[in-house]
């Protein structure tokens, strides 16, 4: 059956990342902060990335991937299983890129264990919060 919901990230996060002799963040997979296995990420460079100065996926192996593009490129990718990861940002531009998360509808699980916080034991990624939800509405034929 078609999938008529999705749950996205209510504000996706914009990166900025300066020339630096640092990589910004760490090599991790999204499960490491409790997002759910259903989550599809995907990356959205809004500058020339290339090289030191984009986002790497580590895919198993000891094989890494960067993900180049120009303006528009849209990128997708497992985030919850692929470690992803920077490089110092060697180069003399800086990199800015939008990434936000999405799992379909019949994949998100609002209860989900391994999003609770550790003390609380409250839900971390929620619908209301960090998610919104979409419907496909079919006799329209558009999404709200």
Known sequence: SPCD???FQAMPSLRVVVP????????HRDR?????PGQINWWLPL??????NTLWLELGGG?????EGDFGTLHRFHGHELRHFTHPNNTSFTRVSLDFRVVPGPCYDDDFPGSRHPTSGRQCF???G????????????LWR
């Not at 630096?20 to 090599?27: E, H, M, Q």
């Not at 490491?32 to 759910?36: E, L, P």
């Not at 960090?130 to 006799?139: G, I, S, W």
């Open 5 to 7: 919901e999705v749950i």
């Open 20 to 27: 630096n002799f640092r990589p910004a963040g760490r090599r």
């Open 32 to 36: 490491d902060y409790g997002h759910q």
């Open 47 to 52: 500058a020339p990335a290339r090289g030191s």
């Open 63 to 67: 094989m890494c991937q960067p993900l």
């Open 126 to 128: 929620f619908v209301g």
């Open 130 to 141: 960090y998610y919104a939800r979409a419907l496909f509405d079919e006799a329209a034929g």
